[in-house]
């Protein structure tokens, strides 16, 4: 069975400063990983997906994670944090027909 | 654009209620799905289907049933509704009937209080 861990629930920053967000994943077979957003009283929206194309992906909103499969690691970085990007960030692994999806990151930006 | 829309945003039911929740979508998408969303537990699928009169459970299926008559409407129904059911209900679709990596495109959510 296909699991995520999104490490820390609650994440804060100062603006301009690095964002990491950590994903875990447990997967018996070479995965899928996604990274969606969620902005306040909104739906999801993707930020990336990793299909086996590359190990560093780029998203949208100047997000990229890169794919260890070392580590079984997926962690979201952006360089530069802005006060837009305050939301909760969901990791999502694929095997199958079905997403299962970590707990989530709610993401702060301090001013 | 791929537009997914539900029919409420808010809803408020008393217990033993019969419920609907319409999830519609206008890309002629193969599969859609039904999620709870809970503080602390992230999104959990409750069904899904890849075809029109066909179904999946998820993982928590148990108090929830699903129709899809037309392809591009997806609709949640609780059969009586108790609290625990109070929730963020997401819907979502995506196209491909076995192209898992394809991106899953969501509705804005119905927030469900049930009294």
């Known amino acids: 069975a296909q699991s995520v861990t999104q490490l820390g629930s609650h994440v804060s920053v100062s603006e301009g400063a690095l964002v990491l967000l950590r994903c875990n994943y447990s997967s018996s077979v070479p995965p899928y990983l996604f990274w969606y957003v969620q902005y306040p009283n909104q739906g999801l929206q993707l930020l990336l997906k990793y299909t086996s194309a590359a190990t560093l992906v780029k998203g949208i909103n100047g997000f990229e994670a890169e794919f260890k499969k070392s580590e079984t690691s997926f962690h979201l970085t952006k360089p530069s944090a802005h006060m837009s990007d305050a939301a909760e960030y969901f990791c999502a692994v694929t095997q199958a027909r079905q997403l299962t999806f970590g707990s989530g990151t709610q993401l702060t930006v301090l001013p | 654009d791929v537009k997914v829309t539900q029919s409420s945003r808010y809803l408020v039911k008393r217990t033993g209620e019969k419920v609907f929740l319409e999830c519609v979508q206008d890309m002629d998408h193969e599969n859609m799905f039904w999620y709870r969303q809970d503080p602390g537990l992230g999104l959990r699928l409750i069904y899904f289907s890849y075809d029109v009169k066909m179904k999946e459970k998820g993982d928590i299926p148990e108090g929830y049933s699903v129709s899809r008559e037309k392809k591009e409407r997806f609709s949640l129904i609780l059969e009586s509704a108790s609290t625990n059911q109070t929730s963020m209900y997401l819907c979502?679709?995506?196209?491909?009937?076995?192209?898992?990596?394809?991106?899953?495109?969501f509705g804005p959510g119905t927030r469900l209080t049930v009294l």
């Open positions: 979502a679709s995506r196209s491909g009937l076995l192209v898992s990596y394809n991106e899953q495109f």
